[in-house]
């Protein structure tokens, strides 16, 4: 999984593998309109994650088996 903004200012449009994200039955790539360049978050307190944790979250969790 890679999750990066399309308004990063460090990275040109050709940096974005959206091709490669669409071939690759593995990869996933999850690419805003924003969020800069380490700017994915929500609200900063105890009872919510962060958004970028929830999107790696959900991207992991049907991988696991629970009933173990």
Excluded at 49 to 59: I, R, S, T
Aim: proline share 6%; charged share 20%; with cysteine.
């Amino acid at each position: 999984m890679l999750i990066t903004a399309l308004d990063d200012p460090f990275l040109s449009d050709k940096c974005y593998p959206f091709l490669e994200a669409k071939n690759h039955p593995h990869f996933d790539l999850l690419a805003t309109k924003y969020g800069g360049h380490v700017g994915f978050n929500c609200r900063f307190n105890k009872v919510h994650n962060l958004w970028c944790e929830q999107q790696v979250l959900g991207f992991i969790k049907p991988h696991f088996n629970h009933s173990q």
